[in-house]
């Protein structure tokens, strides 16, 4: 992440005075941005396929059915943090429209 630096006489910035000593970050994503979309991503196709998997228990075909089947309380957390992430994620998009007066940026 870029800091500000002093441009102009008296260490005045173009965004205006800053304070003697304090350096103020600035996040310029107009060239180029800090992270990797394309990591991201990946590490986002790699989660859903672990996630994919736990859920099927590791799946395999020629396993019988005994083999697949879970413990209920595995099976619950599982449903619970499914739906807990479900849930957080539905927060982040009705808050805004719940908290009109708070800002979210």
Not at 31 to 50: D, G, N, P, Q, R
Not at 62 to 75: E, I, L, R
Request: aromatic share 14%; net charge negative.
């Amino acid at each position: 992440m870029l800091t500000e630096e002093g441009s102009g006489p008296g260490g005045e910035s173009s965004e205006g005075l800053r304070e003697e000593g304090l350096r103020r970050p600035v996040d310029n994503e107009e060239e180029a941005v800090t992270y990797s979309y394309s990591f991201f991503h990946f590490c986002l196709v790699l989660s859903s396929l672990y996630i994919m998997m736990t859920l099927t228990n590791w799946y395999q075909p020629d396993a019988g059915y005994q083999v697949m089947t879970s413990a209920w309380p595995a099976v619950w957390v599982k449903i619970s943090s499914s739906w807990l992430g479900l849930a957080l994620y539905l927060w982040t998009l009705v808050a805004p429209l719940v908290l009109p007066d708070r800002d979210f940026n």
